[in-house]
């Protein structure tokens, strides 16, 4: 079969190869500044590092992101198990969820900063409200499938509530955590850039906003490849490792 001895590394290589030379290709054959090519794109992100625009903007936008992803994790697995074991509790709460969890993105947001103001705790708190229901949502299904017979088990030897956690609870929930943190990179970051965006007058979202009035698509996509660079290392460097080692109880 195509492809049967070329390894996963190299396979997600030369998909990269093919996306580059798809764009350049495009791009020259249209001719156009509504599409650059791949390196002009690559010297804007450069000249951008130089002048110091891009990490200012890029470590405000990352600090927002970080305050309100920890939130919204930390507070939505906390309600999620908790919905998620109480069956009284989630049917008096399912209606305000579902509630939250299709309420526009734009609505959350622009009433956010009419009640409270534009500044950065309400941003940040924009961002929490969007992305919260989500986790809840997740956590209240892995809670939903705990294993009652090792949880009883854990119970009859006594294992006491942080062995419990650590061998019974932990390993059956991780798939799950794993799954809510990476689309919560993603989707907290697309937030975020709506929210800026909106109410901010730095960050990635604002600069986005600036190129976008001036029809600067070779800055929009330079920002744009830099965040999702960044994300793309943050996945590398510390989600995988995270994922092999709470998977290591598996044969």
Request: a positive charge; glycine letters at 6%.
């Amino acid at each position: 079969m195509l492809f049967s001895n070329v390894s996963n590394r190299h396979l997600s290589q030369l998909s990269m190869l093919c996306f580059l030379g798809l764009w350049q290709g495009l791009a020259w054959l249209l001719h156009t500044p509504l599409l650059p090519t791949p390196l002009l794109v690559l010297q804007v992100v450069w000249q951008e590092i130089l002048t110091g625009q891009l990490p200012h903007h890029l470590g405000i936008t990352l600090r927002r992101l970080a305050i309100s992803f920890a939130i919204a994790m930390s507070l939505g697995s906390i309600i999620g198990i908790a919905l998620g074991r109480c069956e009284k509790l989630n049917a008096f709460f399912d209606s305000w969820l579902m509630t939250f969890l299709n309420l526009p993105l734009i609505v959350t947001i622009m009433l956010c900063f009419v009640w409270f103001g534009l500044n950065e705790a309400v941003a940040i708190l924009a961002v929490v409200l969007n992305k919260i229901p989500n986790v809840i949502i997740t956590f209240r299904e892995a809670a939903r499938v705990l294993n009652q017979d090792l949880l009883e088990m854990a119970a009859c030897y006594q294992f006491g509530k942080r062995k419990t956690f650590q061998h019974v609870i932990w390993p059956q929930l991780h798939p799950f955590a794993m799954a809510a943190t990476r689309s919560g990179l993603t989707l907290v970051w697309k937030i975020i850039m709506v929210v800026e965006l909106l109410g901010c007058s730095e960050g990635m979202g604002f600069q986005l906003q600036s190129f976008f009035q001036l029809f600067d698509v070779a800055s929009i996509l330079a920002y744009t490849l830099a965040f999702v660079a960044v994300i793309q290392l943050v996945e590398i460097v510390l989600l995988k490792p995270l994922d092999s080692i709470g998977q290591r109880w598996r044969r």
